[in-house]
C-alpha cells in the first residue's frame, strides 16, 4: 500500500459490518427517490455544476422541524445531534431533495454512521461526474443497500483519489 493510501487509511473509518445489515439501513419506507430533473444527459449541468447540492439542499428552516418530527416519532427523548437527517439517494447524485421516500434519521455514531456514508455519497459524486459510474446505476445502488455500495464504491483507492476527510479529522 502506498503512503498516501496507508495516511488516509488511518484518517478515514471504515465501517465494520455487522451480519446484521437490516439494523443498519433505513425502514422499509424509506426506499429513495429521484429528482426527475436530473438525467445521465445533463449531469454535467445539474448535479456536477459546483453549488449543485448546496442549493438543491433544503433550508435548515424547512429541515429543522422535519428532523424534530421525525426524532419525536422515532427517537423520543434522544439527542438531536446523535442522528443526521439524511438523503438516502443523496442530493449530490440525484436525490430528490424533499421526498418522504428519501429521508430518514441515521446515526452519527456507531458502525456504519452518517460520516461513512457521507464519504460513500462524496465519492459516488465524483465516479458519476468523471462518467464512471452511471447515474442510475449510483443511485440504485446506494438505495439498495447503501452499506454493499460502501464496500463497493469507498475504496482506499477512491477515498485517497478524490481526497476525502470527515471534517472532523481536517481539524487533527
Not at 429543522?64 to 449530490?92: C, F, N, T, W
Not at 428519501?102 to 456504519?112: C, F, I, K, N, T
Amino acid at each position: 500500500m502506498c503512503d498516501a493510501v496507508a495516511g488516509i487509511s488511518k484518517a478515514i473509518h471504515f465501517p465494520l459490518l455487522r451480519a446484521n445489515r437490516a439494523a443498519l439501513l433505513p425502514p422499509p419506507e424509506t426506499s429513495g427517490a429521484v429528482d426527475p430533473a436530473v438525467t445521465q444527459a445533463n449531469i454535467d449541468s445539474t448535479i456536477c455544476r459546483p453549488g449543485y447540492a448546496r442549493a438543491a439542499r433544503p433550508a435548515y428552516s424547512i429541515t429543522g422541524p422535519l428532523k424534530r418530527r421525525m426524532m419525536d416519532a422515532q427517537h423520543p427523548g434522544e439527542s438531536m445531534a446523535d442522528y443526521e437527517l439524511d438523503h438516502l439517494i443523496p442530493v449530490s447524485i440525484g436525490g430528490a431533495p424533499l421526498d418522504k421516500h428519501d429521508l430518514w434519521l441515521q446515526p452519527r455514531e456507531g458502525q456504519a454512521n452518517a460520516g461513512d456514508k457521507n464519504v460513500l455519497a462524496y465519492v459516488l459524486w465524483r465516479l458519476v461526474c468523471t462518467h464512471q459510474v452511471p447515474l442510475q446505476t449510483a443511485q440504485r445502488d446506494i438505495s439498495h443497500d447503501w452499506t454493499r455500495a460502501y464496500q463497493l464504491y469507498a475504496t482506499p483507492e477512491n477515498i485517497a483519489k478524490y481526497h476525502f476527510q470527515h471534517p472532523e479529522q481536517e481539524r487533527e
